[in-house]
């Protein structure tokens, strides 16, 4: 159980399978992946630690971007920003981290954490909070388990800087961040509460770096062996095929810090003739054939692309495209009725019961 290099193939593999369990939300990974380009020619290298190399009392950073996916397409990446989140909250606190670790495993915040890990010689822990992509700062495996949610370090690109001292609850966190993401322009670099190795232990979803570079190699492989990459994944994951079809509609708009909309999909080959629509706040929340729900968070909803099993975001999915939509297994953590609370579809507003995919 040791640390080892993150080759730059890795990061390649990486930002795809990211890009997946992003479940169309955490932004693109193209910007980091750039950034991660450059700091790799510049002579850097980053290190990924297991769980359970950390000590009990190692302090952790969990960072991630904050916004709106849209518009983390129109502001380019600096991997300074990210990095300055980190020093910033060390120097509030006093504490020097051991490692970094992403908030979510999902989309471009995969990337996030070895920037920063790039720039302060430090290991990426092998492990999230999410598991996937969420929108909201209560949506974690740590607010799950009751962690404390503050303090909380936002940078943006311009040198703004602020920092969230305390707050009574993890849905204070998320109204009270929220506004400050919007002042910046909806989209903010973050390093949230720090977390002790033990925490991080108890409460972090492991192996997840290393899930989504097996996502990420699976497809790359499929491509060069001109194999079906939707099958490489579901061979690598326990997944369900839910649907094949064309993106013949798409509503969506900037609010609050969020990107909410729906896409309709007409069916193709076993799904001719049915038609799915999908609601999302950042990430794909629940799905409907032709009207009756057959999946919703947390499961992740998975909008790939048919013919290069590459991700589609809410903010780039658009008319015309052929897509396979594809469900995966969320972690155990919230399944539970807490993490169901916290992140079931009821938790975004939908007065429906959870029915999973993968469970009775």
Same mark, same amino acid.
């Given at each position: !159980?040791?640390?080892?290099?993150?080759?730059?193939?890795?990061?390649?593999?990486?930002?795809?399978?990211?890009?997946?369990?992003?479940?169309?939300?955490?932004?693109?990974?193209?910007?980091?992946?750039?950034? !991660?380009?450059?700091?790799?020619?510049?002579?850097?290298?980053?290190?990924? !630690?297991?769980?359970? =190399?950390?000590?009990?009392?190692?302090?952790?950073?969990?960072?991630?971007?904050?916004?709106? $996916?849209?518009?983390?397409?129109?502001?380019?990446? =600096?991997?300074?920003?990210?990095?300055?989140?980190?020093?910033?909250?060390?120097?509030?606190?006093?504490?020097?981290?051991?490692?970094? !670790?992403?908030? %979510?495993?999902?989309?471009?915040?995969?990337?996030?954490?070895?920037?920063?890990?790039?720039?302060?010689?430090?290991?990426?822990?092998?492990?999230?909070?999410?598991?996937?992509?969420?929108?909201?700062?209560?949506?974690?495996?740590?607010?799950?388990?009751?962690?404390?949610?503050?303090?909380?370090?936002?940078?943006?690109?311009?040198?703004?800087?602020?920092?969230?001292?305390?707050?009574?609850?993890?849905?204070?966190?998320?109204?009270?961040?929220?506004?400050?993401?919007? %002042?910046?322009?909806?989209?903010?670099?973050?390093?949230?509460?720090?977390?002790?190795?033990?925490?991080?232990?108890?409460?972090?979803?492991?192996?997840?770096?290393?899930?989504?570079?097996?996502?990420?190699?699976?497809?790359?492989?499929?491509?060069?062996?001109?194999?079906?990459?939707?099958?490489?994944?579901?061979?690598?994951?326990?997944?369900?095929?839910?649907?094949?079809?064309?993106?013949?509609?798409? %509503?969506?708009?900037?609010?609050?810090?969020?990107?909410?909309?729906?896409?309709?999909?007409?069916?193709?080959?076993?799904?001719?003739?049915?038609?799915?629509?999908?609601?999302?706040?950042?990430?794909?929340?629940?799905?409907?054939?032709?009207?009756?729900?057959?999946?919703?968070?947390?499961?992740?909803?998975?909008?790939?692309?048919?013919?290069?099993?590459?991700?589609?975001?809410?903010?780039?999915?658009?008319?015309?495209?052929?897509?396979?939509?594809?469900?995966?297994?969320?972690?155990?953590?919230?399944?539970?009725?807490?993490?169901?609370?916290?992140?079931? $579809?009821?938790?975004?507003?939908?007065?429906?019961?959870?029915?999973?995919?993968?469970?009775?």
């Amino acid at each position: !159980m040791t640390a080892r290099d993150i080759t730059t193939e890795d990061i390649e593999d990486l930002a795809a399978g990211a890009w997946v369990l992003g479940t169309g939300g955490g932004g693109s990974p193209y910007l980091g992946l750039l950034n !991660m380009r450059r700091l790799y020619a510049d002579g850097h290298c980053v290190r990924l !630690m297991p769980v359970d =190399d950390l000590d009990d009392q190692d302090w952790v950073a969990a960072v991630s971007n904050m916004g709106a $996916p849209l518009v983390g397409q129109e502001r380019l990446t =600096d991997s300074r920003t990210i990095a300055r989140a980190v020093t910033l909250m060390e120097s509030h606190t006093g504490y020097r981290f051991r490692a970094i !670790m992403a908030l %979510e495993i999902g989309g471009g915040n995969s990337i996030q954490p070895l920037m920063a890990a790039a720039h302060l010689d430090r290991p990426v822990v092998d492990a999230d909070m999410m598991g996937r992509a969420y929108p909201e700062a209560q949506m974690t495996s740590a607010a799950v388990g009751d962690l404390r949610p503050y303090p909380l370090a936002t940078v943006d690109v311009r040198g703004v800087e602020a920092i969230v001292e305390r707050v009574p609850s993890w849905t204070w966190m998320e109204r009270v961040s929220r506004r400050i993401c919007v %002042e910046y322009g909806s989209i903010a670099s973050t390093c949230k509460a720090p977390r002790t190795g033990a925490e991080v232990k108890r409460w972090g979803i492991r192996g997840t770096t290393t899930k989504a570079i097996a996502i990420g190699r699976a497809l790359r492989l499929a491509r060069v062996g001109h194999a079906d990459p939707i099958a490489a994944i579901l061979a690598v994951e326990p997944g369900k095929v839910l649907f094949q079809g064309k993106a013949i509609d798409v %509503e969506r708009r900037t609010t609050e810090g969020f990107l909410r909309g729906k896409a309709r999909f007409d069916g193709a080959a076993d799904w001719r003739g049915t038609r799915l629509e999908i609601a999302f706040q950042n990430e794909w929340i629940v799905a409907w054939l032709d009207g009756e729900p057959i999946a919703m968070s947390p499961d992740l909803i998975c909008v790939l692309d048919s013919v290069t099993g590459e991700a589609v975001g809410t903010e780039t999915v658009r008319y015309g495209q052929r897509v396979t939509v594809i469900a995966l297994p969320p972690p155990p953590v919230f399944l539970t009725p807490r993490g169901l609370a916290h992140v079931g $579809p009821a938790a975004f507003g939908y007065d429906m019961p959870f029915r999973g995919v993968f469970t009775p």
